[in-house]
């Protein structure tokens, strides 16, 4: 069964701290793998990545994918109070790419 | 463009009663997904709509949930004789090409809380 893993389930750093949050998978046929936050709103996405390791970059955050080991990380550097949030990762799979498979996500909270 | 309307933003029912969850998806969009996230836990997927066809459902439980995307209108998800455990975050998300392609945007979602 598709399956898709994140790790730590939360988090809690100061500010100034910089964070890893990762993603695993195991996804028949990969297409690709989107990264979103969500807040009180609507997942607002971050990242897409099909290919390993080029790295995305916005900002603080940044993202790799390494699809020999099945895995995604996203870093944030520099954290600040506004980066809390709940970090999502999805994956999409080449046969069936509108049924996202979702992590439960990982809980980002930044004290000031 | 105001980008994926979701409403009402809480909706909150008693068991036994019916809710209905509306989503205008963005404006050149005629694809619709709806997601449901039980709390700590990712969004799954329920049904894939373009309009007035359901493409894809097979997400959604058996009974007393239907979904449609009328020609003119919001798409609405309905959830007939609502129980505690219908009690989530419904997320709705467009995106303007078939079967995701040109990715999605999601609304601000409707919580659902059964009483």
């Known amino acids: 069964e598709d399956k898709v893993v994140q790790s730590p389930l939360s988090l809690v750093v100061h500010e100034g701290d910089t964070v890893t949050l990762n993603c695993s998978y195991e996804?028949?046929?990969?297409?690709?793998l989107l990264w979103y936050k969500q807040e009180k709103k609507a997942p607002t996405f971050l990242f897409m990545l099909?290919?390993s390791g080029i790295e995305k970059k916005s900002g603080r955050l940044s993202s790799i994918l390494d699809k020999k080991e099945l895995f995604s990380i996203l870093n944030i550097t520099a954290t600040q109070t506004g980066d809390s949030a709940i970090y999502l990762c999805a994956v999409e799979a080449l046969d069936s790419n509108y049924q996202l498979i979702w992590g439960a996500g990982t809980k980002l909270i930044i004290k000031p | 463009n105001a980008g994926v309307m979701q409403n009402p933003r809480h909706l909150v029912r008693r068991r036994g009663q019916e809710a209905r969850l509306r989503c205008s998806p963005m404006?050149?969009?005629?694809?619709v997904y709806w997601y449901r996230q039980l709390p700590e836990e990712g969004l799954k997927f329920m049904v894939y709509?373009?309009?007035?066809?359901?493409?894809?459902e097979s997400g959604m439980p058996k009974e007393r949930f239907s979904a449609e995307f009328p020609k003119e209108g919001p798409s609405i998800l309905r959830i007939q004789q609502v129980v505690r455990g219908d009690s989530a975050a419904y997320f709705c998300a467009s995106s303007p090409l078939p079967a995701g392609f040109g990715g999605y945007t999601f609304g601000s979602g409707t919580r659902l809380t059964v009483v």
């Open positions: 404006k050149g969009h005629s694809h």
């Open positions: 996804v028949t046929n990969f297409r690709s």
């Open positions: 099909t290919s």
């Open positions: 709509l373009q309009k007035e066809n359901i493409i894809d």
